[in-house]
Structure formats: C-alpha cells, structure tokens
C-alpha cells in the first residue's frame, strides 16, 4: 500500500501568512507523467471538499490562495494568505493504487 | 447542483449488520465510481472501497472485505453499504463519495454528509 506521510500534525498560523503542508508518498503516484496527488479540506463537523488535484490543478470554486506543488515524492499544499475561514483540518490522498490511501490530517488554527 | 443524500444515523448492536443508503441527484450513477470512506471518532480518513454502479463490480480495501458489502441500484440512483458482524471498532462516520467517469485520477468529486454508525449493547 502507498503511505502517505503528512507534517506537520497542526499548524498554528497568523491570519494573512503562509500556511505550508507536507505530504511524503512512499513511492511514486505518477501515471501518464500526472501526480495522481489530490488535496482535501474538512471543516469541523462537515463532509471533506476536494480542494486541489492531480497535484496542482484546482478544484472549481477553489480560490489562488490554494497551491499544490511537489518535489521528489514530497508534496506541499500552500495556503497564502491564511484566511479565518481556513481553520480546518487538510488531508492528502493518492488516486494511483487501491486502496486509495489518505494522510493523517493536518489541524489548521490560527495563532 | 449534485447531491449525495445519506440515510440517517444507526445504532447496531454487536455482531448485528447494517445497511447505509446514498441517494444521488443531478448525476445518472452509471457514469459514476461511487466510493465509502469512514472516519473514526477524532481520526482521520479511510477507504473502504468502491462499486461501479454499471456493472456492479466493486474492489475493496483488505481489512474490510469481510466487513463491508458494496451494491447500487440504478433504478433510484442509489449506492448502498451493508457492515456485516459489527463491533465497537465499526462505530465512525462513514461517507459516500462520487468519482466521475470523466476522470480517471481517483479523486472523490462530491460527498454525502456523512451517516454515524454506533455500535452498542
């Protein structure tokens, strides 16, 4: 099974900066030269949203302070500038192999 | 607008099963993989598996292929999830989700709302 390996656990961020997630896959999620690496945000007590796919593309409705990049297996989902209706929690997941496997999750607050 | 309505919260018994229903609305589910994730309380997110509702075949995650049963109705635009042999372990939130057929890249499209599933004597 892929592992996928999310940092931090929780973020603590000032409103209007950078929030930096990681998400490291044990092996390769590349088919067809596209990163089969998909982000999501859950907000508390609600149902996951896709945020980003295939690495870096956008999900519709999803705004440019959402930002997908990758370099070596390690996957990064950026958030600039914070804003206060980020606060949730933001899960990796790869679509290459069953099972499709997510992240751990990383808790979003803000400082 | 796409919707996933999800029957209402259960309360099993152990060693009792389940059935969860998801109602799709403004997709035809035949052009659909529809996917079950669950989510423990506090935890994070988990793949149960899959059925395409065209021709009913279904893949599973390892450690639920004995617990889960996977079908869909075409008729009513319906996925369901039977969990058979409950324990308290099988207490979460589980989740439909909708992959179009227009891509192949494995991510879930659309969500339902999630159902809590109890178990308890």
């Known amino acids: 099974n892929i592992v996928l390996t999310q940092s931090p656990a929780s973020l603590a961020v000032i409103l209007g900066q950078k929030a930096t997630i990681s998400c490291t896959a044990s092996?390769?999620?590349?088919?067809?030269?596209?990163?089969?690496m998909h982000w999501y945000q859950q907000k508390p007590g609600q149902l996951p949203k896709i945020l980003i796919y295939n690495e870096f593309s956008r999900a519709p409705g999803i705004p440019a302070r959402f930002s997908g990049d990758e370099a070596e297996l390690n996957f990064t989902l950026t958030i600039e500038p914070v804003e206060a209706d980020d606060v949730a929690t933001y899960y990796c997941q790869q679509g290459l192999t069953f099972p499709l496997t997510f992240g751990a999750g990383t808790k979003l607050e803000l400082k | 607008e796409v919707q996933l309505q999800q029957s209402g919260a259960e309360l099993g018994k152990p060693g009792t099963s389940v059935k969860l229903s998801c109602k799709v609305s403004?997709?035809?589910?035949?052009?659909?993989?529809m996917h079950w994730v669950n989510q423990r309380p506090g935890k994070g997110l988990e793949w149960i598996g899959r059925i395409d509702p065209a021709n009913g075949n279904t893949i599973y995650a390892e450690k639920f292929k004995s617990k889960a049963t996977l079908t869909a109705d075409t008729s009513s635009n319906t996925a369901y999830m039977q969990l058979s042999q409950l324990k308290s372990d099988d207490t979460a939130i589980y989740f439909c989700?909708?992959?179009?057929?227009?891509?192949?890249?494995?991510?879930?499209?659309?969500w339902g709302q999630g159902v809590m599933v109890t178990v308890s004597s």
């Open positions: 989700a909708l992959q179009g057929l227009l891509q192949w890249w494995g991510y879930f499209d659309y």
């Open positions: 092996e390769s999620v590349n088919k067809f030269g596209i990163n089969l």
């Open positions: 403004g997709y035809n589910i035949r052009s659909t993989y």
